[in-house]
């Protein structure tokens, strides 16, 4: 393979016909010494996606490869907020299969935007709470830039789903931080305090 790269007529970027990139293949084999090679070189562009839209970055984390992952999240060019087909972004797909390796791998890169939602209009720290995932709110809340309060399209915030699903942890994660009210309302008008109540 390395004398093959060497060639400066060969493209590393060339699709077969699954629209598949070399290095979408290494990931899907598994091939991290393959992967590397091919991330050292400039040429190749890391977000290329195949016919179904999925890129290297999204198949590592649907395969659950902490390694192919953190190779593909060491090249500066890489965008980890690209979306699915469904719109996930990463993030949010992490955390929807509860992979907490890949939750913390993603907001440790300094260009993960913890705030941006999925075309569900859910959040990533929205999910985690609706999900239960205590693990992943306290991670999300590390971050300086998150917004605690962003809400999802039904009004409900992160609070209002921890304290809807019983979350404990969740809950006092969430009121540990001065910036978060408790006292937003959906658009049906239930704060979490109701929420926590009807539950």
Known sequence: MQLLLERANVDPNLVDNDIQTPLLVAVANGNHEAMQILLER??????????DGQTPLLLAIAMGSRGALQLLLKRSDIDPNLADKDGQTLLLLAIAMGCQEAIQLLLEHPNVNPNLAGRDGRTPLLLAAANGNQEAVHLI???????????????????????????????????????????????????????????
């Open 141 to 199: 809340l590390k971050r300086p830039d998150v917004d605690p309060n962003l809400a999802g399209r039904d009004g409900r915030t992160p609070l209002s789903w921890a304290a809807a699903r019983r979350s404990h942890g969740a809950v006092k994660l969430l009121l540990d931080r001065a910036d978060v009210d408790p006292s937003i309302a959906d658009n049906e008008g239930l704060t979490p305090l109701k929420w926590a109540i009807r539950n």
């Open 42 to 51: 400039t040429d190749v562009d890391p977000d290329l996606a195949d016919k």
